[in-house]
T-cell receptor
Framework: GAVVSQHPSWVICKSGTSVKIECRSL??????MFWYRQFPKQSLMLMAT?????????EQGVEKDKFLINHASLTLSTLTVTSAHPEDSSFYIC?????????????FGEGSRLTVL | AQTVTQSQPEMSVQEAETVTLSCTYD???????LFWYKQPPSRQMILVIR??????QNATENRFSVNFQKAAKSFSLKISDSQLGDAAMYFC???????????????FGKGTHLIIQP
């Protein structure tokens, strides 16, 4: 099956610094990837759609200058949280649709837990 | 915009018994996908079952089955012979169907925490 991998799985940073999270499709190509954020005991909320070779599409209320998304290749999308603050502490998950015939299913990475001190 | 509603924040069931998780959704689209995802404590999202809206037959996967009522916009999940490993958060999700390419993300419900009593 399609495998999506995220790195790092866990990161702690100081307030004001920037953190980059990588999302890779290991055995398929992904022209589109989705980034979700999940706060404790809550559901997944779509933050943005990452498109290979073009600008990302952000959901309403998500600051594009704070959450920089780059989809540089067909297997890699990155999310950079700039000038992170404690309220940015959350679980970030990426996902991608299957390549070729779209079955509707999204394949998820393992997630990245961000803690901002 | 589509919305997904899960009205049961938490459900508890005895091991080996059957439990049904509820989900309703709102959409003006005629073609779409519906999913149930499981999120165990590891927080890895695991697909449980998938349903295409154009299919009238309810999807089944071993002990998991759905009751898809398109007119009522209802999509419940039935877990038979519950096992301890079924304990997790269960999310109902909706995804638009794009016949001409393109892609859209999933819209999730708030989730139901399923507890399995030994």
């Amino acid at each position: 099956g399609a495998v999506v991998s995220q790195h790092p799985s866990w990161v702690i940073c100081k307030s004001g610094t920037s953190v980059k999270i990588e999302c890779r499709s290991l055995d398929f190509q992904a022209t589109t990837m989705f980034w979700y954020r999940q706060f404790p005991k809550q559901s997944l909320m779509l933050m943005a759609t990452s498109n290979e070779g073009s600008k990302a599409t952000y959901e309403q209320g998500v600051e594009k200058d704070k959450f920089l998304i780059n989809h540089a290749s067909l297997t890699l999308s990155t999310l950079t949280v700039t000038s992170a603050h404690p309220e940015d502490s959350s679980f970030y998950i990426c996902s991608a649709p299957s390549w070729g015939r779209d079955t509707g299913e999204l394949f998820f990475g393992e997630g990245s837990r961000l803690t901002v001190l | 915009a589509q919305t997904v509603t899960q009205s049961q924040p938490e459900m508890s069931v005895q091991e080996a018994e059957t439990v049904t998780l509820s989900c309703t959704y709102d959409t003006s689209e005629s073609d779409y996908y519906l999913f149930w995802y499981k999120q165990p404590p590891s927080r890895q999202m695991i697909l449980v079952i998938r349903q295409e809206a154009y299919k009238q037959q309810n999807a089944t996967e071993n002990r998991f089955s759905v009751n898809f009522q398109k007119a009522a916009k209802s999509f419940s999940l039935k877990i038979s012979d519950s096992q301890l490993g079924d304990a997790a958060m269960y999310f109902c999700a909706y995804r638009s169907f794009f016949s001409g390419g393109g892609a859209d993300g999933l819209t999730f419900g708030k989730g139901t925490h399923l507890i399995i009593q030994p």
